[in-house]
């Protein structure tokens, strides 16, 4: 099992493929197998280098809320222990706020940005109260009720359908003290549309078009804000598209990623 260990904390990774290195950080509350269609697929072009975010998967959880900052720095540590300078960074909704959070830590690492099925807002007062009250939630009542209440708002084609039941299978695979310490995280994230007004780097930003939680309308605001960017719909996909409608998505981000190496 591959690891590397920041502040004290062991953090597991996967590190496999070749080609120009690609970052990915997954989404709540999943871990680094939620990208396992990508790196089969693509992993004779690209090296993935997949983290499992702190509180998650393998990775142990350390102290206090997972801000999007401390996954970011856990990520540019892991790219410092691997000797990549830089690379393209994406991230799937929590993993996007991350992947914002990076490029504010140092855009200079970042030779690509992939957002997908996220935001560049900050939670408001009502957000950042559900956060607490689910946290609280985690850790009172376990994962059961969190699984109830997400998946049909994560999978377009419900909980009973093979991507419904691979995600429920990675959600119960949590802890709930890595659930809550991430949902405290997330609400003390800042808002990133500034600093995405800045980013002069490539982008692509992917949205499923079922996304109920993180839209459309979310999707074009964070591409009118980067310029160049390039925005994908993946037809057949809510919130977690790269899960849902893997070939499309992989097509997606082959074109992208494909595009660079060419510029």
């Known amino acids: 099992m591959l690891t590397v260990t920041v502040d004290g904390v062991p953090l597991h990774y996967r590190d496999e493929g070749k080609g120009p290195p690609v970052l990915l950080l997954h989404a709540f509350p999943l871990n680094g197998s939620a990208f396992d269609a990508q790196v089969k697929a693509l992993s004779g072009r690209y090296r993935f280098i997949v983290p499992d975010i702190r509180g998650f998967g393998q990775s142990s959880l350390g102290e206090g809320p997972t801000e999007m900052s401390r996954i970011a720095r856990d990520a540019l540590a892991l790219l410092d222990a691997l000797n990549i300078d830089s690379a393209v960074v994406g991230g799937v909704s929590m993993g996007g706020y991350a992947a914002m959070a990076l490029l504010r830590e140092d855009a200079g690492r970042v030779s690509g940005l992939v957002l997908v099925d996220t935001q560049a807002t900050a939670d408001d007062a009502e957000g950042k109260a559900r956060r607490e009250a689910n946290a609280k939630q985690a850790l009172d009542a376990g994962l059961e009720p969190i699984v109830e209440a997400m998946l049909p708002?994560?999978?377009?084609?419900?909980?009973?359908?093979?991507?419904?039941?691979?995600?429920?299978?990675?959600?119960?695979?949590?802890?709930?003290?890595?659930?809550?310490?991430?949902?405290?995280?997330?609400?003390?994230?800042?808002?990133?549309?500034?600093?995405?007004?800045?980013?002069?780097?490539?982008?692509?930003?992917?949205?499923?078009?079922?996304?109920?939680?993180?839209?459309?309308?979310?999707?074009?605001?964070?591409?009118?804000?980067?310029?160049?960017?390039?925005?994908?719909?993946?037809?057949?996909?809510?919130?977690?598209?790269?899960?849902?409608?893997?070939?499309?998505?992989?097509?997606?981000?082959?074109?992208?990623?494909?595009?660079?190496?060419?510029a």
């Not at 003290?177 to 800042?190: E, F, K, S």
């Open 153 to 262: 708002k994560l999978v377009a084609a419900g909980p009973d359908s093979p991507p419904g039941r691979e995600v429920a299978t990675l959600i119960r695979e949590a802890s709930p003290a890595g659930v809550a310490a991430a949902q405290r995280g997330m609400a003390l994230r800042p808002d990133s549309k500034d600093m995405l007004a800045r980013y002069a780097g490539p982008a692509l930003v992917v949205v499923g078009e079922h996304d109920a939680i993180t839209p459309l309308a979310k999707a074009k605001e964070m591409a009118d804000l980067i310029t160049g960017a390039r925005l994908e719909v993946i037809p057949g996909a809510g919130h977690l598209s790269n899960q849902e409608q893997p070939e499309r998505f992989n097509a997606v981000l082959d074109s992208f990623l494909s595009s660079l190496q060419g």
